[in-house]
């Protein structure tokens, strides 16, 4: 089986599977027409959604796509094929996501930021500071990341709350509610933290009327998709108070324009997408395991059914 790896981190994946697996055939190269003659010949493929989106557009097709991002978006857009199985990354990102999380609760709780103003103004800070434990964390996305992020905060003794597309009972959350919950829940919540695939039912999602309702003491992480915040909402809510502050690591477009108002939004920090990276062992894994079950005729991890678009 011919495997096309089209990925900046090229070299570093077919090291990982070079003699992994006695059927893979691995072809990769780091110029973009040698890629394009190799997918003529190749049914599966593995790499990064931009690459490969422009593979597509070329007109060629695999059976088989292994995204190694959790994003698969560039690979919906209008015009390009449907008619092959595509995975996208699951199962990867857990230990990551939480922990870039929860550097940022307890940033906040700890006030990190402002300790470090009071250090350069010379100013001796002993604010007492309080503790995770009994805030109430609601996580808008309780797919296989937002679990993995709520098994990860739950030693910390916070109060897990969830959206989902449908209300639902899910370990370790209190409750989960549907979508058409969120405005009463952010109102109830410490934290708000948006883990959102893009999709057209959460486009602009966090808007006026939504951040009016937040609870003005909390803190909204946006490590999701950009698409899902109405950008100058966002900036008049921090100005009104309605936010307490955001760290924002996804955006609309990336990298953010320089003249772009979150650069100087106050009580705004920007993470330049770097919540969740891939791991390329963990990731090489991953599509092990694919491989075997493409193989083998059986279901997938991660398949993305096209009609949801995750």
Not at 72 to 91: E, F, M, N, S
Not at 282 to 294: S, T, V
Request: glycine share 8%; aromatic share 8%.
């Amino acid at each position: 089986m011919r495997v096309l790896i089209a990925e900046q981190d090229f070299a570093t994946y077919a090291r990982l599977l070079d003699g992994q697996h006695a059927a893979l055939d691995i072809l990769t190269s780091d110029d973009s027409a040698v890629l394009a003659e190799h997918a003529a010949h190749c049914d599966v493929w593995l790499g990064q959604p931009d690459l490969l989106a422009c593979l597509l557009r070329q007109g060629h097709r695999p059976k088989w796509l292994q995204s190694t991002w959790a994003g698969i978006t560039l690979l919906l857009a209008d015009g390009l094929p449907r008619d092959y199985r595509l995975t996208r990354a699951v199962g990867i990102f857990g230990q990551v996501m939480a922990e870039y999380v929860l550097t940022y609760l307890l940033n906040h709780e700890r006030s990190v930021l402002s300790r470090l103003v009071s250090q350069v103004e010379r100013k001796w800070d002993n604010r007492q500071p309080p503790s995770l434990r009994g805030r109430r964390v609601l996580l808008v996305g309780v797919g296989d990341i937002g679990q993995s992020v709520a098994r990860f905060l739950l030693p910390f003794g916070v109060e897990l709350y969830g959206v989902a597309t449908t209300a639902r009972e899910l370990a370790p959350f209190k409750a989960v509610g549907g979508l058409d919950a969120l405005g009463a829940m952010v109102g109830e919540a410490d934290y708000v933290i948006n883990l959102l695939p893009d999709t057209p039912h959460t486009e602009d999602l966090y808007n006026a009327e939504l951040f009016a309702r937040f609870n003005p003491e909390a803190l909204f992480i946006n490590a999701g998709r950009g698409s899902a915040v109405v950008d100058a909402d966002l900036v008049e809510a921090l100005k009104k108070g309605h936010v307490a502050g955001a760290v924002i690591d996804v955006c609309r477009q990336e990298p953010l324009p320089q003249r772009h108002p979150f650069w100087t939004a106050w009580g705004l920090l920007l993470t330049g997408h770097s919540a969740g990276p891939t791991s390329p062992p963990l990731m090489a894994e991953l599509f092990l395991r694919n491989c075997a079950a493409y193989l083998a005729g059986e279901p997938l991890q991660g398949e993305v059914d096209f009609a949801k678009g995750y």
